[in-house]
């Protein structure tokens, strides 16, 4: 029996839909890439004043034209397209596009996906298969393009580390120091880290160095650099339990407060307590940690304590009293800020990925080549970091008023003046 093979005017509606939408990047580029070449065109006939074939005016400009050059490829962000440049000779200054520069061969949008790309985990050696599956088989890209971009990098990196900070406004200031291995090294070199709180709630890298370890000279070295370039005093730091970022800041910032990290301090802490006990631990530490007021904070400490003295984890209690100042310095700062202040979380996020790629990518063959790379990374993750609760409160701080358990003790000078006003 013979099939009815007849498509309804619906059916052949939808593969003609259908058509179109799978060929719709092609159609895409074929646009952009006419554009270009018409825009291309338009720029001869003005830089010479006149359309092609047109007879030469004795008033116009010199030059005529001089055929085209070879086939262009330029990647976008759509794909790569192919262009043909205009040539022209006797002109009184050569001919520079503005459209598409000489030597040019992809636009700043690509330009700026590479480096992300390569930071974010794509080694060199898969690269280039990578992005001409993105942007096609024409793309004029290659694995020395990364090699092009470390130099870049490095370049940026030198200039980075020597602008003033004048203009800027430091209120709280995270430092941290983060161990990584590269290729060749036998031992973990450390990358001191500073990142900073502005007054608008923005946060900002502020220094990244190389160091072999986390010692006073190397946290000096650097805290004078960015005293020498402007920083101001903060209002609050924080850092882990390393005892060379405390020494360091008491020679340079000796009046910025001193908060230590509770996640350092609690995973220090567990350490001291056995695997069945841990999770009843965290607990009560964590009661510590979100205590509400001071006083409160002191209480959930002397429970934990009791706590771990009744399962003879004698250290474990010890050092839950070491530093304790340090430990709850947030609570003179506002509430709101608790959130953000209580740990070193801003710096070791970040760096979880970058741990991840000299592991796995191996592409570090020592740590000081790797410095500009990795805090290339930071600045990509810059973007990301959110601002600070309550960015109005910041002022205060600035100003030196007084908290007690996140409340401030009194009015703000500018509340105080609005009140006498009205009063008068």
Same mark, same amino acid.
């Given at each position: 029996m013979k099939q009815n093979t007849r498509q309804t005017p619906t059916t052949e509606k939808q593969n003609a839909t259908s058509v179109v939408y799978e060929q719709i990047e092609g159609f895409a580029r074929l646009a952009v890439q006419k554009l270009l070449q018409q825009v291309l #065109?338009?720029?001869?006939?003005? !830089?010479?004043? %006149? #359309?092609?074939?047109?007879?030469?005016?004795?008033?116009?400009?010199?030059? *005529? +034209?001089?055929? *085209?050059?070879?086939? +262009?490829? $330029?990647?976008? &962000?759509? @794909?790569?397209?192919?262009?043909? +440049?205009?040539?022209? %000779?006797?002109?009184?200054?050569?001919? #520079?596009?503005?459209?598409?520069? $000489?030597?040019?061969? +992809?636009?700043?949008?690509?330009?700026? $996906?590479?480096?992300?790309? *390569?930071?974010?985990?794509?080694?060199?050696?898969?690269?280039? !298969?990578?992005?001409?599956?993105?942007? @096609?088989?024409?793309?004029? $890209?290659?694995?020395? &393009?990364?090699?092009?971009l470390r130099d870049c990098w490095t370049a940026e990196f030198i200039t980075w580390k020597q602008r003033s900070l004048t203009d800027k406004e430091i209120v709280y200031v995270w430092v941290d120091g983060i161990y990584v291995k590269a290729g060749l090294e036998k031992e973990k070199a450390a990358l001191l880290v500073v990142i900073g709180a502005l007054a608008d709630g923005s946060k900002e890298v502020l220094a990244v160095e190389c160091g072999q370890r986390e010692s006073e000279a190397g946290w000096s070295s650097i805290l004078r650099d960015l005293k020498a370039r402007g920083m101001n005093c903060p209002g609050l730091v924080m850092g882990d339990g390393h005892l060379g970022i405390w020494s360091a800041l008491a020679n340079v910032y000796p009046d910025a407060c001193e908060q230590r990290c509770w996640n350092h301090r609690m995973r220090n802490v567990l350490d001291c307590v056995g695997k069945k006990r841990q999770g009843e631990a965290k607990e009560l530490l964590r009661k510590v940690m979100y205590a509400p007021t001071g006083k409160e904070a002191e209480a959930a400490k002397k429970v934990f304590c009791e706590w771990a003295r009744s399962y003879q984890y004698e250290k474990a209690a010890a050092l839950l009293d070491v530093d304790w100042d340090r430990m709850i310095a947030y609570y003179s700062f506002p509430k709101e800020h608790w959130k953000h202040l209580r740990t070193t979380n801003i710096i070791e996020s970040p760096f979880a990925s970058v741990r991840l790629r000299t592991a796995a990518s191996k592409r570090y063959k020592r740590v000081a080549g790797a410095t500009a790379m990795i805090w290339k990374l930071l600045l990509v993750a810059e973007q990301t970091f959110r601002k600070l609760n309550a960015p109005h409160l910041l002022s205060h701080v600035m100003a030196g008023l007084r908290y007690e358990d996140g409340e401030l003790i009194g009015q703000p000078p500018s509340e105080r003046a609005a009140e006498r006003r009205l009063a008068a």
């Open positions: #065109v338009e720029e001869v006939e003005t !830089l010479l004043g %006149r #359309v092609r074939s047109e007879r030469r005016d004795p008033d116009s400009p010199p030059g *005529y +034209r001089n055929g *085209y050059g070879k086939d +262009r490829h $330029l990647s976008t &962000s759509i @794909g790569t397209v192919s262009v043909r +440049r205009p040539r022209v %000779r006797n002109t009184e200054e050569p001919f #520079v596009s503005r459209v598409l520069p $000489l030597f040019r061969r +992809r636009t700043k949008e690509i330009g700026q $996906l590479l480096p992300q790309l *390569y930071l974010h985990g794509l080694s060199s050696g898969d690269f280039e !298969l990578a992005m001409r599956g993105l942007l @096609g088989e024409g793309a004029p $890209l290659s694995a020395s &393009s990364i090699a092009r």
